[in-house]
């Protein structure tokens, strides 16, 4: 089953056209650049834009075509902001209760679940000042999920947060995404919130769906590999060093943990990865690779300090800079690059298609 929305929206400076067929479960993230109309698409699906032309359908319901438009308060859907936007004179339960009060008839979701879930049963008595933001953002997203939503939109709830209280409810929202039955739909600017909580992606650009599938097969699409949209950079000192400090993300999922030696294994499509350092409790995280970590061997046999050492394959070679070329390498369904200097490459006598091995190290991605 899917979700269908089918959307047009015309305003003077901006055009909304999207045509989206979402799975019905699992969390769905919204990605693009400011201004590309992701919340106007958040606004449509819930009712919000009456201008918005098209169709949304639900498993349960079909909430907009040709003939008919329900109106938003009809719309089985829990909506957060940026804000939490609570109630500051009602306490933490009221403010719940107030959700129930706009209760759909039919159950999908327990409050009383959402108050474990979310970890604020111990808040029930206080008033929202009271709270911290990232308090405050569970309990507005519990107030949203007692209205029992047949859709649950999340419009960058932690744009508002410091990267302290972001740490703080990600975990949260981790056993949110595990645990729900009903679709979510996550605005976000974050490539490490989208990588880590959401399956499926939609990459938005000027009011249109530029792309749209798994999240892990997408964030290494050859199309998008060369766009940045799933490289972090950091400011750049000079040209030449700039590729050499791109980092990749990738999704992974977690495997085990030797406690004897403090080793994380996680499995990508590339392989088996091996991170050193605390158990990592979630299970599937998102993963950084350096571009400059990259060393690439023929035999896959060398003792080195990386602790990973996976086959890939040479894409190409392109020239860089003065005395180095670029390599494009396919490790799984990741494309990576980096950069080997051309004496280097001559010496390994590299050529396009070559079985090679990569050997790196890899570290959690914090958001
Ligand atoms: N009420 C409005 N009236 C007219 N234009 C609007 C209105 N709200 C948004 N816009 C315009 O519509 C376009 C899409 O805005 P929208 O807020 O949906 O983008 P966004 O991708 O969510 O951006 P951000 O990531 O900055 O929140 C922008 O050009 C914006 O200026």
């Known amino acids: 089953m899917t979700i269908e929305v089918h959307l047009t929206l015309q305003r003077e400076n901006f055009t909304l056209q999207t045509s989206l067929s979402l799975p019905a479960s699992g969390v769905t993230a919204l990605y693009g650049p400011s201004g590309c109309g992701k919340t106007t698409l958040l606004r449509a699906i819930a009712g919000l834009e009456p201008a918005a032309q098209g169709i949304v359908k ?3 319901a079909t909430w907009q075509d040709k003939q008919h438009f329900t109106p938003v308060h009809k719309r089985a859907i829990g909506y957060v902001f940026q804000e939490a936007s609570l109630f500051e004179h009602l306490t ?8 129930m009060k706009r209760r759909q008839p039919h159950n999908r979701v327990e409050s009383e679940f959402s108050l474990d879930l979310l970890g604020i049963r111990h808040l029930l008595d206080r008033h929202p ?40 409810i990600l975990p949260y929202l981790d056993k949110l995404q595990q645990k729900l039955s009903i679709p979510v739909l996550y605005v976000s600017h974050d490539p490490h919130e989208v990588c880590r909580l959401s399956q499926y992606l939609v990459i938005m650009d000027e009011g249109t769906v530029v792309e749209q599938g798994a999240t892990s097969s997408l964030m290494s699409a050859p199309s998008l590999s060369g766009s940045s949209l799933f ?4 400011p750049e000192e000079n040209q030449i060093s700039h590729l050499s400090r791109d980092k990749y ?5 977690v495997d085990g943990f030797d406690a004897e030696s403090s080793l994380n294994s996680l499995s990508f499509s590339g392989g088996t990865l091996l991170i050193p350092g605390e158990e990592i409790t979630q299970p599937s995280v998102c993963v950084e690779i350096a571009a400059s970590n990259i060393h690439l061997t023929t035999q896959p046999g060398q003792v080195s300090s990386m602790l990973n050492t ?24 990741e494309i990576l690059n980096t950069r080997i200097s051309r004496k280097a490459a001559s010496t390994m006598a590299l050529r396009n298609g070559q079985r090679l091995f990569a050997q790196f190290s890899a570290e959690v991605a914090s958001s």
């Open 129 to 168: 000042e009271q709270l911290s933001g990232g308090e405050q953002q569970r309990v507005a997203i519990a107030r949203a999920l007692a209205t029992q939503p047949d859709m649950l939109l999340l419009d960058e709830p932690l744009a508002a947060l410091d990267n302290a209280r972001k740490q703080e």
């Open 231 to 234: 490289t972090v950079s950091q």
């Open 92 to 99: 933490v339960y009221d403010n719940i209760a107030y959700g």
């Open 249 to 253: 993300i990738i999704k992974a999922r």
């Open 310 to 333: 996976l086959p890939c394959s040479l894409i190409d070679l392109q020239p860089c800079s003065p005395g180095y070329l670029t390599v494009r390498l396919k490790l799984g369904d």
């Open 58 to 60: 639900t498993n349960q």
